[in-house]
């Protein structure tokens, strides 16, 4: 019993630090996105989050500062305080989403041992919803996924796309990649496209999705479980040995 109260108060002290460690953790949004820091106020946390709530209703080709300021009830100045245009604010959106995974991606697999299963563990934070105790908004996070899914591939399909990847605008979106890389050399160090496979992984987290909701002959995979089932044995035949 004695033995018992003890692990249960270790146990006690490290979900203690766990909380103060993520109460402290904060999402190195690149600066060049936002004029202002909208984590920095009220006014800014809820510029983004209603920023969410619109675009996720009216897509980013119909979304616009003046639909905001009404909806915030404020004025379209003072957006522009904050973001110079809606795609630098989609940007932000978009380093949010894989800012959040990210830490959740730390979190589930760095004590886990090298092998499929913590690939896998990998592919299931990537089809999860991003939960908003990883950053300081309260937003609805499954609204920010499905705005990811209809319109990442906007954020980065124009001709600014190579000065802004210099600028460092995608930089939390490559280390998610290099990490889930990381992961597959573990797997198999013998397998030769690694970056691939692991672009081909994050893209597929979204595109399966949108393809499911508009495209529904273009995939088998309809939910979450199904997603899993196809990349686990995707992957595992892909790598074996």
């Known amino acids: 019993m004695t033995m018992l109260i003890v692990l249960l108060l270790d146990l006690r002290s ?29 006014l800014g946390r809820n510029i983004v989050k209603k920023s969410i709530d619109l675009i996720d209703i009216h897509g980013i080709e119909e979304f616009n500062f003046k639909k905001l300021a009404l909806e915030i009830d404020s004025t379209e100045s003072s957006i522009y305080r904050y973001f110079e ?7 932000y959106l978009s380093t949010l989403y894989w800012g959040i995974l990210e830490i959740e991606f730390v979190l589930q697999t760095t004590n886990m041992k090298p092998g499929i299963d913590k690939l896998m563990k990998a592919v299931d934070v990537l089809f999860s ?32 796309v190579d000065e802004q990847n210099k600028a460092g605008y995608f930089s939390i979106y490559e280390r998610l990649a290099s990490r889930i890389s ?17 672009s081909l992984v994050m893209e597929g987290s979204l595109n399966h999705y949108f393809l499911s909701e508009h495209f529904e ?25």
């Open 182 to 198: 990381a992961i597959i050399l573990e797997v198999n160090p013998d397998y030769l496209y690694r970056n691939s496979l692991s």
């Open 129 to 160: 919803i991003p939960e908003s105790q990883h950053s300081s908004y309260k937003l609805d996070g499954k609204k920010l996924r499905h705005i990811l899914n209809s319109e990442f591939v906007k954020v980065y399909h124009n001709k600014q």
């Open 14 to 42: 490290e979900l203690i630090v766990m909380h103060k460690l993520l109460s402290n953790l904060k999402i190195d949004i690149n600066s060049s996105l936002y004029l202002k820091d909208p984590e920095s106020s009220p």
């Open 217 to 241: 002959n273009l995939t088998d995979c309809h939910s979450k479980a199904n997603l899993y089932l196809f990349y686990k044995d995707l992957l595992t035949n892909t790598l074996k040995g």
């Open 85 to 91: 245009n809606k795609h630098k604010l989609l940007l």
